[in-house]
Antibody, heavy 119, light 112 residues
Framework: EVQLVELGGGLVKPGGSLRLSCEATGFTFSGYTMNWVRQAPGKGLEWVSSISGRSSYIFYADSMKGRFTISRDNAKNSLYLEINSLRAEDTAVYYC????????????WGQGTLLTVSS | QSVLTQPPSVSGAPGQRVTISCTGSRSNIGAGYDVHWYQHLPGTAPKRLIYAHSNRPSGVPDRFSGSKSGTSASLVITGLQAEDEADYYCQSYDRDLSGSVVFGGGTKLTVL
């Protein structure tokens, strides 16, 4: 069974940094493109970033470029998202999601981890 | 402002049929990219409901169907049930954004 578990959320002060993790089990992690998607309070889903199986291709939403860094460690079956210069508007539930290997959308999602940016 | 446009809300009585639209442009849906739909209940992981315009993953009831025409797509739910009350999102890709993932703004379905 595919399982994705996000870790690392919490309360962080504006200007700080944080690294979120996503631990994957139940599938060959290195064979899949992985994504981060976030949902701010009262808002819809917002795609953040994606990284291909061997980290050859990395994409960010335009609004995330510069402060967000996606990475993965296939040996540890883990996906990461580092966010710098945190702002209040980064407050959101952050989900990791696996991309279907046929390009048919995001077929598995974690439960999400809540990041709150506040002083 | 989402790249894909959805109505903020729709509603229907149990047993009725509702349609949720997803309007894009020539750089995303109109460019031939697949459209996928997700169901999201508060506090849970989003769930893929429809992939590649009209295909249901195993376990998704056939009450849910999808279609695409031109620069738009639609999700149709027939025989509405109380447990269908959720947020629904369409998703595609956009060539003007390097083929990146784009979501619609989401539609809240209320079962009356």
């Amino acid at each position: 069974e595919v399982q994705l578990v996000e870790l690392g959320g919490g309360l962080v002060k504006p200007g700080g940094s944080l690294r979120l993790s996503c631990e994957a089990t139940g599938f060959t992690f290195s064979g899949y493109t992985m994504n981060w998607v976030r949902q701010a309070p009262g808002k819809g889903l917002e795609w953040v970033s994606s990284i291909s199986g061997r980290s050859s291709y990395i994409f960010y939403a335009d609004s995330m470029k510069g402060r967000f860094t996606i990475s993965r460690d296939n040996a540890k079956n883990s996906l990461y998202l580092e966010i710098n210069s945190l702002r209040a508007e980064d407050t959101a539930v952050y989900y990791c999601a696996r991309e279907d290997d046929r390009g048919w959308g995001l077929d598995s999602w974690g439960q999400g981890t809540l990041l709150t940016v506040s002083s | 402002q989402s790249v894909l446009t959805q109505p903020p809300s729709v509603s229907g009585a149990p047993g009725q049929r509702v349609t949720i639209s997803c309007t894009g442009s020539r750089s995303n849906i109109g460019a031939g990219y697949d459209v996928h739909w997700y169901q999201h209940l508060p506090g849970t992981a989003p769930k893929r409901l429809i992939y590649a315009h009209s295909n249901r993953p195993s376990g998704v009831p056939d009450r849910f169907s999808g279609s695409k025409s031109g620069t738009s797509a639609s999700l149709v739910i027939t025989g509405l049930q109380a447990e269908d009350e959720a947020d629904y999102y369409c998703q595609s890709y956009d060539r003007d954004l390097s083929g990146s993932v784009v979501f619609g703004g989401g539609t809240k379905l209320t079962v009356l």
